[in-house]
T-cell receptor, first 115, second 107 residues
């Protein structure tokens, strides 16, 4: 089974801090994704990556950046955390490699609170 | 924006089939239909996907209309553990999620 591991289940940070959320997958997947989930708003795509060092903006990239230096790891960076970035963050991966028939596999999420 | 429309909530009796509808009238020729579910405090779980033929696996069946503008996920014998939010998504690799359907299975 594919395993997508997010480094922290719960995280509390202060306003203005630089925050790193880490995600690792163990199945050699090409594509990786970051979503945030808020009550009433569902899952919203922040960034995704279809290859090492490649990244694409999703629907809500403002205030975030990403890094993919290795195939198995995709990091989400909050450059200067703000209270409106308090949310559940979900990482996902999919096989990719030009295949459009490729389901997402999710981690269990990181619940970030910015105070 | 999500490309699908789903009812906000549905109830189903335990042991009965749960039929969850999804409209995706703007689906394009190569886009697949995917279904996921999310149980509280966990990440979404993949259930099934299809292009135009009906599909079945150990979890569910997927019925896609001939014009591909709508589909139905069928859980043949719903259990209490099937209570979750179910998401229908169409797309390629950059998938957008809508609000989903909150399915409550009742004893």
């Amino acid at each position: 089974d594919v395993k997508v591991t997010q480094s922290s289940r719960y995280l509390v940070k202060r306003t203005g801090e630089k925050v790193f959320l880490e995600c690792v997958q163990d199945m050699d997947h090409e594509n990786m994704f970051w979503y945030r989930q808020d009550p009433g708003l569902g899952l919203r795509l922040i960034y995704f990556s279809y290859d090492v060092k490649m990244k694409e903006k999703g629907d809500i990239p403002e205030g975030y950046s990403v890094s993919r230096e290795k195939k198995e790891r995709f990091s989400l960076i909050l450059e200067s955390a703000s209270t409106n970035q308090t949310s559940m963050y979900l990482c996902a991966s999919s096989l990719g490699g030009g295949l459009i028939n490729s389901p997402l596999h999710f981690g269990n999420g990181t619940r970030l609170t910015v105070t | 924006d999500a490309k699908t429309t789903q009812p906000t909530s549905m109830d189903c009796a335990e042991g009965r089939a749960a039929n969850l509808p999804c409209n995706h009238s703007t689906i394009s020729g190569n886009e697949y239909v995917y279904w996921y579910r999310q149980i509280h405090s966990q990440g979404p779980q993949y259930i099934i996907h299809g292009l135009k033929n009906n599909e079945t696996n150990e979890m569910a069946s997927l019925i896609i209309t001939e014009d591909r503008k709508s589909s139905t996920l069928i859980l043949p014998h719903a259990t209490l553990r099937d209570t979750a939010v179910y998401y229908c998504i169409v797309g390629y690799y950059d998938m957008r999620f809508g609000a989903g359907t909150r399915l409550t299975v009742k004893p």
